[in-house]
């Protein structure tokens, strides 16, 4: 299925949109220096080009080898008949992997898609998708081969680590070990998972997985509210090195990044042994979504100042970006050709945050960001 704008209603879309992209504020590269945003021009760091402008809200997106670009829907859109998207073009989707998984007219069931929202890939030809199980209660992970779209594996996570009222919403897979690990913000933890036996385990209580007090969410100078009180969020964003060794993750409002073992959440270490293992390794913004690419480089959606941070393997936090477009970036995720793919979709305007009317305008984008390579 196939989903496009109107010719009529996208040029009213993108009009404003442009003269925005004109004044905007400002694509900063690595040096500090104005980016260009013209596709014709070799890349600089930090530029800024459209992949996707949608009418519904892209949760977390994940970019293949080959280019395929794929989103969550954020379940805090609303309901919707698609769960999971392929981007086809500019203004266009397709469900992926196929209308069969997801959930139409409200109806959900165990057999389609509920709430999903991280995504990730596994590094053997496979995505992945946490399923926080809004409506039917259970959180789920599923797996499906990318060149097939074929059902790679379906996991519900026990009831006893993963109640009901959990956010389990952010993943990273090593699918040669046979593992996923999860962060849980309702409740913040990290949670790993035995992809062959479905075993599940949680890590909780440390000082590294809690909101910070000095990481207030502002954006545009308004303290954001969620619930009726000011956003304070736990673990959430987390990532995998390269080799899959180390696991890296941080708070949402949280100003540090802290990097943990793999083999000891695979081995169900103690509580204590995974703490003493747990290390700080450098500063970060307040932020949604990270990933760190194989030179080592962390990236972050920097909530507060619409743009994007990068973690240099020096130990510095520089911003790669900042432009008003980048209006709540939920996720990032590293792409072919040195791009860094960004889900923009200005969340704290949605009903669960304004307690009332969804102020959000459409078109919500997918953005990528060039960030070329440590030695450029």
């Known amino acids: 299925m196939t989903i496009r704008v109107s010719t009529h209603a996208l040029g009213a879309l993108l009009i404003p949109m442009l003269l925005a992209g004109c004044n905007a504020v400002g694509n900063w590269s690595h040096g500090g220096v104005a ?56 203004h266009s989707y397709r469900a992926w992997p196929s209308t069969e998984v997801q959930t139409h007219n409200g109806n959900y ?27 039917l209660g259970k959180t789920r992970i599923w797996g499906f081969t990318i060149a097939s779209g074929e059902l790679i ?7 006893d680590v993963a109640p009901k009222g959990s956010f389990i919403q952010d993943l990273v897979v090593d699918r040669k070990r046979g593992f ?4 849980d913000i309702a ?36 303290a ?15 990532t995998l090195s390269d080799d899959r060794s180390t696991v890296y993750f941080g708070a949402m409002n949280g100003l540090d990044w802290f990097s943990v073992p793999a083999r000891l959440l695979r081995k169900h270490a103690s509580a204590q042994q995974v703490a003493d293992a747990i290390v700080r390794v450098g500063p970060k913004p307040v932020s949604d979504g990270a990933d760190t690419d194989a030179e080592g480089r962390h990236f972050f959606t920097n909530l507060n100042h619409n743009g994007i941070d990068a973690l240099l393997p020096g130990g510095s936090l520089e911003p790669l970006v900042r432009d008003e477009r980048l209006s709540w970036p939920d996720s990032v995720r590293m792409g072919p050709q040195g791009w860094l793919y960004v889900a923009v979709n200005q969340l704290h305007k949605a009903p669960p945050f304004t307690g009332g009317k969804d102020q959000g ?10 960030v070329g390579s440590v030695e450029e």
């Open 224 to 238: 954001i509210q969620f619930g009726g009180a000011p956003a304070n969020v736990g673990a959430n964003p987390i």
């Open 153 to 159: 594996q379906k996991v519900t996570l026990p009831a």
């Open 361 to 370: 305008k459409p078109p919500y984008s997918i953005y990528k960001v060039w």
């Open 180 to 183: 996923a690990y999860l962060a």
């Open 35 to 90: 980016a260009t945003n013209t596709a014709t021009l070799e890349p600089v760091r930090g530029e800024i080009r459209t992949v996707a402008m949608l009418q519904i809200r892209p949760g977390n997106v994940a970019v293949s080898a080959e280019g395929r670009v794929f989103s969550t829907i954020h379940p805090m859109d609303g309901d919707h008949d698609v769960q999971l998207i392929e981007v086809t073009g500019p």
């Open 109 to 135: 069931q165990d057999a389609t898609i509920d709430s999903p929202l991280g995504i990730a890939l596994d590094g053997q030809g496979g995505l992945w998708i946490t399923d926080t199980g809004n409506h």
């Open 187 to 222: 409740n913040p933890g990290l949670l790993t998972v035995n992809l062959a036996s479905g075993d599940t385990w949680r890590f909780q209580g440390h000082a590294s997985l809690q909101p910070q007090p000095n990481a207030p969410l502002v954006i545009n100078g308004e």
